[in-house]
Each structure stands twice: as structure tokens, then as C-alpha cells.
């Protein structure tokens, strides 16, 4: 049904490639492919890829560094628009005053920390080592170490739902826990301004060098997965309600409850999308049966 879409996608004139590997692309490395994958080169190109794919009710995915979602074992039949690392637009950074980084959506966390760091500013070292694009680490609230994005976003500028380049506050972003304005609106992050302190460059290095080494003792980097499967719930850590329920190292065919860190769903033996959302399942079961919290998922299954 969607076979003439790439003639679209070729006159609007961005890189493409048709059933592409989408599983590969995500960082948990789990499930099948899409119809179309394209990597637009300015906005101009996402408005008109976004326009075409709704004239012929074809469902679109804005994405960026794929670290939080769990893609179908029998893929995605639509268009699935790339900004994070694995094109190169939306790639620039700058600064625009002494303390003020702008960032296009494709930017990498990791990137934006070292350029912070290269300008000796400090405030963002906590981000250091979550492997998000910006556009996904707003889309997030990203955080860690009780910091998140929302506290150094100043503002954002994104395609609206009616095609129009906009820019909103910090406050109009209606950032909470893992929420922001994005996830009740359909729009394109575009790019970012990051507001940071002067720093000492030694101490932000340290700093995120501690944050880095914590990440390396307690996750289970060594294997693919999407980070913490499941959002804390008030008042309770998800990782211990899971542990507390005797679900460490529970496996559902390839996937697996991580050993080293509960909150983790790793992919242990080539996991399947199928496995890993039955394994999620039945934490999340086990664990309301044991303990009464629900677990909400933080993965975003697509
Ligand atoms: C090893 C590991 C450790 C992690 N640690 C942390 C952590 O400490 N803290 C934390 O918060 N998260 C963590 N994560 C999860 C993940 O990195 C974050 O949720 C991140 O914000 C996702 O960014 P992304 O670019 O990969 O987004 P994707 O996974 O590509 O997309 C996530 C969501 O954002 C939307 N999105 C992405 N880009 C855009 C855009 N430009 N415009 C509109 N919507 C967009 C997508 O549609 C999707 O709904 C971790 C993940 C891994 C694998």
C-alpha cells in the first residue's frame, strides 16, 4: 500500500533506505525492521515527509539515539524519521554566549557534556553516560543523580502539529518525572538551549568521570537493553521492588531481569521483542502481587 512513498521520499530529496534495520538500531537491539527509514538534512524536509505520510495515513516515528524503545519483532510499516546518531544532521553545536549552549536535536548527550567540559562549564556532568540524543532527552526529562534535563533546558524549538517552527520556555515544556509537553503533543525537537555556570574544568571532569564509573559498577553495560525497563514509583525503587520479588536473573526466552541491576531488562541471548514484553509482563505481576506497586513502564514499546 505504501509502495509509491519512495518516490515521494525521492523528490523531497533526503537519504533513505527501505526496510531498514530498525531493531539493530536500538540499543537493546530487539526486534524487526521498517518500511522506510530516512534521515532528513534541514527541517523543510520533516514537515514534507510528515505531510506526505499523513495524506496516505501512513503512521510516522520522529526518533533519535533509539535507547528507549522496543521495536515490534515483525517491525514497523511506516516511516520512521531519524535525528540521533546514526545520521549526521542535526548534528550542530555551538555556543551562543559565555554560558549558553545551543544544540541541535541529533546531538548526543555524551557530545554536549565534552563540549561543556571543553568550555569549562559546569551543570550538566549528571548527563554524562545517558546515551540520548537531546531531541530524545527532552522528549525523556532525561535525569539522573536527582538531576534532570529540565533543569538546564532554557528553551527548545520544534515542528508543532500544524507544521509550524516553534519555540516555547522552559516553563511551557511542562517538564515533569519522565514527562514532557511532547509526549501529549505530536512535534518534531528541533533543536535546544542548554543554560550552564562557569566551572573549573578539573572538578566538572571529575565530577563526571564519579557519575561514569557509577554507571559502570552498577548497570549492566556489558549487554544490550534500554536502560531502566520501568519508571520509579513514588515512595519505592523499582530495581529493589523487583529484586524483593525474587525476580533477579528471571528470564523469558533470550531476555533477562539483569543480575548485576534489577531495573535492567537486558537482552541476554537474542532476545526477541516478544520475550522482552512478556518478561515485563510478568515483573510487572509478580511484582503488584508481592508488593501492591504497580511498575509503569519507562521503555516506550512501539
Ligand atoms: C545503558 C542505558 C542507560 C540509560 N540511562 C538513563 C538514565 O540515567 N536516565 C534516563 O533518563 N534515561 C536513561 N536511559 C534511557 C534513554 O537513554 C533515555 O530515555 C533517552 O532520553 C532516550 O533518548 P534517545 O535519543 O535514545 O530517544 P529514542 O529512544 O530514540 O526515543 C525516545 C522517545 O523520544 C522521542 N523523540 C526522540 N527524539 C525526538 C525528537 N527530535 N522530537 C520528538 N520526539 C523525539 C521518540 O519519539 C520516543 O518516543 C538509558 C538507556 C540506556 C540504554
Not at 517552527?165 to 503533543?185: A, I
Not at 550552564?196 to 557519575?211: A, C, S, V, W, Y
Request: aromatic fraction near 10%.
Amino acid at each position: 500500500m505504501y509502495e509509491s512513498f519512495v518516490n515521494r521520499i525521492e523528490e523531497i530529496g533526503c537519504p533513505y533506505l527501505e526496510n531498514a534495520p530498525l531493531g539493530k538500531y536500538s540499543s537493546i537491539q530487539v526486534g524487526g525492521t521498517c518500511r522506510y527509514a530516512v534521515w532528513p538534512e534541514n527541517t523543510d524536509q520533516i514537515k514534507k515527509l510528515i505531510a506526505s505520510a499523513k495524506e496516505i495515513d501512513m503512521p510516522y516515528y520522529i526518533l533519535g539515539n533509539c535507547t528507549n524503545i522496543l521495536v515490534p519483532d515483525d517491525g514497523v510499516n511506516g516511516l520512521i524519521i531519524l535525528l540521533g546518531k546514526s545520521g549526521t544532521n542535526f548534528h550542530q553545536i555551538s555556543l551562543i554566549d559565555d554560558t549558553t549552549i545551543h544544540c541541535e536535536a541529533g546531538v548526543s548527550l555524551q557530545e554536549v557534556c565534552m563540549f561543556a567540559l571543553k568550555h569549562g562549564l559546569k551543570g550538566l556532568e549528571f548527563a554524562y553516560g545517558i546515551p540520548a540524543s537531546i531531541g530524545g532527552a527532552i522528549y525523556m526529562n532525561a535525569g539522573a543523580f536527582e538531576v534532570e534535563i529540565k533543569d538546564v533546558v532554557t528553551e527548545c524549538t520544534f515542528i508543532d502539529e500544524n507544521g509550524n517552527l516553534v519555540t516555547f520556555l522552559n516553563p511551557d515544556l511542562q517538564f515533569s518525572y519522565r514527562h514532557s509537553y511532547f509526549h501529549d503533543h505530536s512535534c518534531v525537537i528541533i533543536s535546544a538551549n542548554i543554560h550552564l555556570e562557569k566551572g573549573n574544568r578539573e572538578e566538572i571532569k571529575e565530577k563526571m568521570d564519579t557519575f561514569l564509573n557509577r554507571r559502570i559498577a552498577k548497570q549492566p553495560l556489558e549487554y544490550p537493553s534500554a536502560g531502566s525497563t520501568f519508571k520509579r514509583p513514588g515512595g519505592a525503587y523499582a530495581a529493589k521492588l523487583i529484586d524483593d520479588s525474587g525476580l533477579k536473573g528471571y528470564t523469558v526466552g533470550g531476555a533477562m531481569v539483569s543480575n548485576k541491576h534489577c531495573g535492567f531488562v537486558i537482552n541476554y541471548d537474542n532476545a526477541t521483542s516478544k520475550d522482552v514484553i512478556a518478561l515485563v509482563e510478568h515483573i510487572q505481576k509478580v511484582v503488584a502481587e508481592k508488593t501492591g506497586y504497580h511498575l509503569e513502564c519507562e521503555m516506550i514499546i512501539m
